[in-house]
């Protein structure tokens, strides 16, 4: 039986057109029909396709019609079924943020690359750290701080100076953005089942705001994050270009 492929595409004139031509080519099922899902553009579309199928057990296959393309494929018009066929998944489980604001609403959110927390004012934010129930640093005095999934490690976490995570290693990072005190503080690993809790101090006075990818909640006092092994997100790439093989290329980039 034909392989179903749905086709979605970014704004960009570039993902647009190329969308039209693979439909008129090969088809354009509809999502909840479909054996595949072709993304066409950049690694902020590919997120964005991420989350709106986080429902839906579903592969996705990018290609690049972006700028640095790290989820993506490289674009190619020919052949695309075989492509599909042929490639190598990655299951990626995001991280499941919970948000408590300075009025003690609750804000929830997924983040496949990292949960973040930013200082939102002129002075440095104030962090206590939990891990696991346990307090781990009782001041970190910092721009910020972010915990990433091995998927999210070379991009914001890697920005800040934090490590390259192995896909299959079971870790997450947790990392530090310019800190203060402890100066030389440059973040943990942890495992993967960890639960990490930012306690905001001085919150009113240093407004902190948190992300989960495009998910931000301002003025929070209390940030839990933890792994959702009950999301899977399915992603494709070409044979010997895989995420586990990007990761370990990036190292000697």
Do not use: C
């Given at each position: 039986?034909?392989?179903?492929?749905?086709?979605?595409?970014?704004?960009?004139?570039?993902?647009?057109?190329?969308?039209?031509?693979?439909?008129?080519?090969?088809?354009?099922?509809?999502?909840?029909?479909?054996?595949?899902?072709?993304?066409?553009?950049?690694?902020?579309?590919?997120?964005?396709?991420?989350?709106a199928t986080e429902g839906l057990d579903l592969p996705v296959y990018g290609m690049n019609r972006g700028t640095v393309g790290f989820l993506m494929n490289g674009y190619a018009e020919d052949d695309l079924p075989e492509r599909v066929a042929d490639a190598e998944e990655a299951l990626l489980n995001p991280l499941a943020m919970r948000a408590t604001d300075l009025e003690d609403e609750v804000h929830e959110g997924l983040a496949i690359n990292e949960v973040s927390l930013l200082r939102a004012g002129p002075q440095a934010a104030k962090l206590r750290v939990w891990v696991d129930g346990r307090m781990r640093m009782e001041e970190l005095v910092c721009d910020g701080a972010l915990v990433a999934t091995p998927a999210g490690s070379t991009a914001y976490?890697?920005?800040?100076?934090?490590?390259?995570?192995?896909?299959?290693?079971?870790?997450?990072?947790?990392?530090?953005?310019?800190?203060?005190?402890?100066?030389?503080?440059?973040?943990?690993?942890?495992?993967?089942?960890?639960?990490?809790?930012?306690?905001?101090?001085?919150?009113?006075?240093?407004?902190?705001?948190?992300?989960?990818?495009?998910?931000?909640?301002?003025?929070?006092?209390?940030?839990?994050?933890?792994?959702?092994?009950?999301?899977?997100?399915?992603?494709?790439?070409?044979?010997?270009?895989?995420?586990?093989?990007?990761?370990?290329?990036?190292?000697?980039?």
């Open positions: 039986m034909p392989m179903t492929i749905a086709f979605v595409a970014s704004e960009a004139p570039l993902a647009r057109e190329a969308r039209d031509r693979l439909a008129a080519r090969y088809g354009d099922a509809e999502v909840d029909e479909a054996d595949v899902l072709v993304a066409l553009g950049g690694d902020g579309f590919m997120l964005q396709t991420l989350h976490n890697y920005s800040a100076h934090g490590p390259i995570l192995p896909i299959g290693s079971g870790v997450l990072a947790l990392t530090a953005i310019a800190p203060f005190r402890p100066r030389r503080w440059r973040g943990a690993l942890l495992p993967k089942r960890a639960e990490v809790v930012f306690e905001v101090l001085d919150a009113e006075r240093r407004p902190v705001m948190a992300d989960a990818d495009t998910r931000s909640v301002k003025f929070v006092r209390r940030v839990e994050i933890r792994s959702e092994p009950a999301v899977a997100h399915r992603l494709l790439f070409d044979p010997g270009h895989g995420l586990e093989e990007r990761l370990i290329r990036e190292q000697f980039a």
